[in-house]
């Protein structure tokens, strides 16, 4: 019963979040207008705005003009009642959960934001940044000072590609991985980075060949950093431990 209500939380939280990663890199308000159409200027009603539910009796179009409507918004809420639900289930019921959540919930906002203007807005960042920096007072990894050398360790990393790359790594990635440096910690910050780096290519490679996408067409790595940390937040220490074993029985 507890993780169908936390399931639940998700799915109304998702929709926020939808609200969130669209409005703030416009710089408008996430509380109004209310939601709205924005083929015909719709309002949309209570009864419209209930997540995934909505869109799946709606047939998924707009009810008053019947423009379709972007499956981004209930892929969204459905991705984050599934993460808030399974959080639990892997991290536990510790102090270390309300990191996770609150993980989950700034990456599900930049998501939203990358895929539909490949912009990681600065406000987003400085929000959870103060978040993170209260959480991991109250919930410190060990020794406390891996935040600070993940930390410096994501922004120098993703500064040296982004110099490099000459474009092809936008600052806002940047900025976003010092942040995540300090959630994860020195090591965990190293593994999702590889994890994203190989997400992204595996897809992207896929959506080449299936032409999905055009050759030196713009990918937003956004979707990418989000799951290559999560699964390096979720499972990084046992990936790590194993591959430590294996070199071990190597030699």
Known sequence: MVYLL??????????????????????????????ACPTCGHQLT???LIPVFSYIIQGGKCRGCQSRISPIYPIMELLTGILFATAPLVIGWSGELVVALSLISMLIIIVVSDINYMIIPDKILIWFAGIFLLERILWPLT????????????FI?????????KGGMGFGDVKLYALLGFVLGFKLVLLSFFFSTFFGAVIGGL?????IVKRRQPIPFGPFIAAGTLTAYYWGTEVIDYYLR???HGL
């Open 6 to 35: 936390i399931f639940i939380y998700g799915l109304l939280l998702g929709s926020f979040f939808n609200v969130v990663g669209l409005r703030v890199p416009l710089k408008k308000s996430i509380v109004a207008p209310r939601s």
């Open 46 to 48: 209570p009864f419209e």
């Open 143 to 154: 020794p406390w000072w891996d935040s600070l050398s993940g930390a410096v360790t994501g």
């Open 157 to 165: 990393l993703l500064l040296i590609i982004a110099l490099v790359s």
């Open 207 to 211: 959506a080449l060949i299936f032409k």
């Open 246 to 248: 294996f070199l071990n």
